[in-house]
């Protein structure tokens, strides 16, 4: 017997705020998280913006040794983990701790730490690489360092995949815990890559807008668009068997009721032409659901040519005629995309839409493309109450995951 499956805690770290309520609320204000890199000097950079998490002080939730010996990659996943943690308010109504599984990925894990090391070890040789090179490094090391904070002994699996990584991490632990292997899970993802490496790559691939004006760079579905913005931050969530969650009396954000996921098998960074994957991977996370009643979708949308198009024409695929009644919007255009972590985040986003009946706008938006013609919420957030909503993500490879949210309500 498949089981039922819900979020009752939720954390964040973006480059609008330091928790799920900051964040959001700047979101919805249409703020913009866009700016001059200061992680690192771009004097000898094309690209000079991102969006960074600012003025953070790791030191205010976890040991100032703790956060020497872990990539801010993993700081930010201590911090988003922390928030959903106490908000869950699971601590104590664990009775199996290897039930409790945890499913925190990355797209890339520690990029800063392999970049400054290869650093050292090119000037002052390579017996000088830092003993906490490999475990600052490594994916697994940011879920493990959740685990072994809160006692979490079920399996640690950070599904790597590209920029729907925590897309399915979300999915992957709904499965577990659907198919009775879990009760409870950590899920999401985290991502720090503002760097000269990270920002080097993208750029050389001509993946990133090259505009460097923070107001008119990340553009999603707009005919302007020519790249995407990279963003970093952490989303976390607590995933648990909805029986299990109601026997303690918790707080329920949504129901995971779908989640589909699929491969291209096209290309190693372009999205299918024909969507054909994508479509497949959405109808999947629709299965048994009216899909008139789907009101919001927070899209994927990179601001990049082909991802736009194509993602859009998927959605009139999947939904028809109804594609025009959707509301759409990219929290990109004010968050950057955060690779590995951007499921994560916009998941959590788009439980808070369905909390409050508020859809987060698309800013920047000003030119219409004919091959991107729906809905995007244009520049100004929207009231419309939402029973079912839908959180896309797409990566490199040819990676597609979509997972559907619905409104719990009291039973």
């Not at 030191?59 to 010996?69: G, H, I, L, N, S």
């Not at 029973?387 to 309500?409: C, D, H, M, P, V």
């Amino acid at each position: 017997m498949k089981r039922r499956v819900v979020i009752t805690g939720m954390g964040l770290v973006t480059p609008l705020g330091h928790s799920v309520q900051e964040t959001f609320d700047n979101v919805i204000q249409g703020k913009n998280g866009i700016g001059y890199i200061t992680l690192y000097d771009t004097s000898t950079s094309k690209v000079k913006i991102a969006a960074e998490v600012k003025d953070i002080d790791f030191t205010k939730y976890m040991d100032a040794r703790d956060v020497r010996r872990q990539d801010r990659v993993t700081n930010f996943a201590m911090v988003a983990a922390k928030e959903a943690y106490e908000d869950s308010k699971i601590e104590g109504h664990i009775e199996d701790p290897y039930r409790f599984g945890n499913f925190i990925t990355s797209g890339i894990g520690g990029l800063n730490t392999i970049y400054e090391e290869t650093v050292v070890a090119v000037t002052k040789g390579i017996d000088r690489v830092s003993p906490f090179f490999t475990p600052k490094a490594i994916i697994n090391l940011i879920g493990a360092n959740v685990s072994i904070k809160y006692g979490v002994k079920g399996p640690n699996l950070p599904v790597v995949t590209a920029c729907s990584a925590s897309t399915n991490a979300i999915g992957e632990a709904y499965r577990q815990i659907k198919d009775g292997y879990l009760d409870v899970a950590f899920a999401g993802g985290s991502e720090s890559a503002i760097n000269p490496i990270g920002v080097g790559g993208f750029s050389s691939l001509r993946a990133l807008n090259m505009s460097n004006n923070p107001d008119e760079a990340s553009m999603p579905f707009d005919k302007r668009r020519s790249g995407f913005v990279i963003g970093e931050g952490a989303g976390v969530v607590i995933v648990e068997e909805l029986e299990h969650a109601k026997r303690r009396g918790a707080h329920i954000y949504a129901e995971i009721v779908g989640y589909g996921t699929t491969s291209d098998a096209f290309h190693i960074t372009a999205p299918e032409d024909t969507a054909e994957s994508i479509i497949k991977a959405i109808n999947t996370a629709l299965e048994g659901i009216n899909k008139d009643e789907v009101a919001y979708v927070n899209a994927h949308g990179t601001s990049t040519e082909l991802n736009d198009k194509t993602e859009t024409f998927a959605l009139k695929q999947v939904f028809g005629k109804k594609a025009y009644d959707l509301n759409i919007s990219s929290t990109k255009s004010m968050l950057g995309h955060s690779l590995g972590a951007t499921g994560a985040v916009e998941a959590i986003l788009t439980m808070k839409a369905m909390q409050n009946s508020l859809i987060p706008p698309t800013i920047n938006y000003k030119e219409v493309d004919p091959d991107c013609d729906l809905n995007y919420t244009p520049n100004v957030a929207v009231k419309r109450d939402i029973k079912y909503a839908l959180s896309i993500n797409l990566g490199f490879g040819g990676q597609n995951a979509a997972i559907t949210l619905k409104r719990y309500e009291n039973e």
